[in-house]
C-alpha cells in the first residue's frame, strides 16, 4: 500500500489533461531507433488496405517485418518484435495488443516526429479500414528509454468524459463505445455503452462528477468502435477528459 506521503503528494501532482484525434490520427504504436544510427527511412508496403509489411531501415541495415504473418500480424506481436531487435524499440498507444494490422496502416513513408525532444515514427491507422477511433490515457506517451518515462507503479489516470462523433453504421451498436484498462499485456474491458451515428455524444458519469480510475501503474484505453463501417468523415473526432496523477 502507498504511503500517505506518496499519496499527497501525487495528488498535489494531478494535473488535467484533453485527449483529442480525428479520422486517422491515433497513433498505433509509437517507434523509436535507439543505438546511435542513423535512420534512413521507416515504410510500409503500401498504403491504406495495401500495407503487408514494415521495414525499418537505418545505417546498421534493415528490418523488414511481415505483418501478415501469425506472429506478426497483431499490434501487441508486432510491438514485441520490435522491442526484441537491437536498434529499435516502441510503445503501443491507441490501440490494443489484439488488434490486427495487417493491411490496416495508413502511412507508406511514415515521418519523423519530435515528442518533448525525443525522436518518433508513429504509426497511424487507417480509420476506416480500423472500424475505429481510439486514445489512451497514460501518464507518459513515450517509449520505455526516451529518457522521459517516470515510474509507472506510482501514478493513476481517470477518465471524466468521452465526447465523440462517428459514422458509424446504423444502431445504435451496443458494445460501440469501450472502455479497457491495461495492466503491462493483460487487457480487460471494464465499460461499455451504445454508440450513436453521427451524432456529437458526451458521455460524463454521475453528471460529471464522477469518474472511472485505472489501478495504480495501469492506462485506460477509450474507444469507439464499430463491427462493419467507420466512415471516414471531417466532423470525426474522440475526445477523452481526464486526469493524471
Same mark, same amino acid.
Given at each position: 500500500m502507498a504511503s500517505l /506521503?506518496?499519496?499527497? +503528494?501525487?495528488?498535489?501532482?494531478?494535473?488535467?489533461?484533453?485527449? #483529442?484525434? +480525428? /479520422?486517422? *490520427?491515433?497513433?498505433s504504436l509509437r517507434i523509436r531507433s535507439i543505438g546511435g544510427h542513423t535512420v534512413t527511412h521507416v515504410i510500409t508496403s503500401g498504403s491504406g488496405s495495401g500495407a503487408t509489411a514494415l521495414e525499418l531501415h537505418d545505417s546498421d541495415g534493415t528490418a523488414? @517485418? /511481415?505483418?501478415?504473418?501469425?506472429?506478426?500480424?497483431?499490434?501487441?506481436?508486432?510491438? /514485441?518484435? @520490435?522491442?526484441?531487435?537491437?536498434n529499435w524499440e516502441c510503445? @503501443?498507444?491507441d490501440g490494443l495488443r489484439t488488434d490486427s494490422v495487417n493491411t490496416k496502416l495508413l *502511412? *507508406?513513408?511514415?515521418?519523423?516526429? +519530435?515528442?518533448?525532444?525525443?525522436?518518433?515514427?508513429?504509426?497511424?491507422?487507417?480509420?476506416?479500414?480500423?472500424?475505429? #477511433? +481510439?486514445?489512451?490515457?497514460t501518464n507518459d506517451r513515450h517509449t520505455d528509454t526516451s529518457g522521459q518515462t517516470p515510474a509507472k507503479g506510482s501514478h493513476r489516470v481517470h477518465i471524466q468524459g468521452i465526447n465523440y #462523433?462517428?459514422?458509424v453504421s446504423t444502431g445504435p451498436n451496443a458494445?460501440?463505445?469501450?472502455?479497457w484498462e491495461c495492466d503491462g499485456g493483460v487487457e480487460t474491458? @471494464?465499460?461499455?455503452?451504445?454508440?450513436i451515428d453521427a451524432t456529437d455524444t458526451p458521455i460524463t458519469f454521475a453528471s460529471g462528477y464522477g469518474k472511472v480510475t485505472g489501478k495504480d501503474g495501469n492506462d485506460l484505453v477509450v474507444r469507439v468502435v464499430d463491427g462493419s463501417s467507420m466512415t471516414d468523415n471531417t466532423l470525426g473526432y474522440l475526445q477523452v477528459t481526464g486526469e493524471v496523477e
Amino acid at each position: 500500500m502507498a504511503s500517505l /506521503d506518496s499519496l499527497t +503528494t501525487r495528488s498535489y501532482a494531478k494535473r488535467g489533461v484533453v485527449g #483529442y484525434v +480525428t /479520422d486517422d *490520427e491515433p497513433i498505433s504504436l509509437r517507434i523509436r531507433s535507439i543505438g546511435g544510427h542513423t535512420v534512413t527511412h521507416v515504410i510500409t508496403s503500401g498504403s491504406g488496405s495495401g500495407a503487408t509489411a514494415l521495414e525499418l531501415h537505418d545505417s546498421d541495415g534493415t528490418a523488414s @517485418i /511481415d505483418l501478415t504473418a501469425a506472429a506478426t500480424d497483431t499490434l501487441g506481436e508486432l510491438c /514485441d518484435y @520490435i522491442n526484441s531487435t537491437t536498434n529499435w524499440e516502441c510503445k @503501443i498507444l491507441d490501440g490494443l495488443r489484439t488488434d490486427s494490422v495487417n493491411t490496416k496502416l495508413l *502511412e *507508406e513513408t511514415v515521418s519523423a516526429s +519530435t515528442v518533448d525532444g525525443v525522436t518518433y515514427y508513429d504509426l497511424h491507422p487507417d480509420t476506416s479500414i480500423y472500424l475505429a #477511433y +481510439t486514445y489512451r490515457l497514460t501518464n507518459d506517451r513515450h517509449t520505455d528509454t526516451s529518457g522521459q518515462t517516470p515510474a509507472k507503479g506510482s501514478h493513476r489516470v481517470h477518465i471524466q468524459g468521452i465526447n465523440y #462523433y462517428a459514422n458509424v453504421s446504423t444502431g445504435p451498436n451496443a458494445n460501440g463505445v469501450q472502455v479497457w484498462e491495461c495492466d503491462g499485456g493483460v487487457e480487460t474491458q @471494464i465499460m461499455s455503452r451504445a454508440s450513436i451515428d453521427a451524432t456529437d455524444t458526451p458521455i460524463t458519469f454521475a453528471s460529471g462528477y464522477g469518474k472511472v480510475t485505472g489501478k495504480d501503474g495501469n492506462d485506460l484505453v477509450v474507444r469507439v468502435v464499430d463491427g462493419s463501417s467507420m466512415t471516414d468523415n471531417t466532423l470525426g473526432y474522440l475526445q477523452v477528459t481526464g486526469e493524471v496523477e
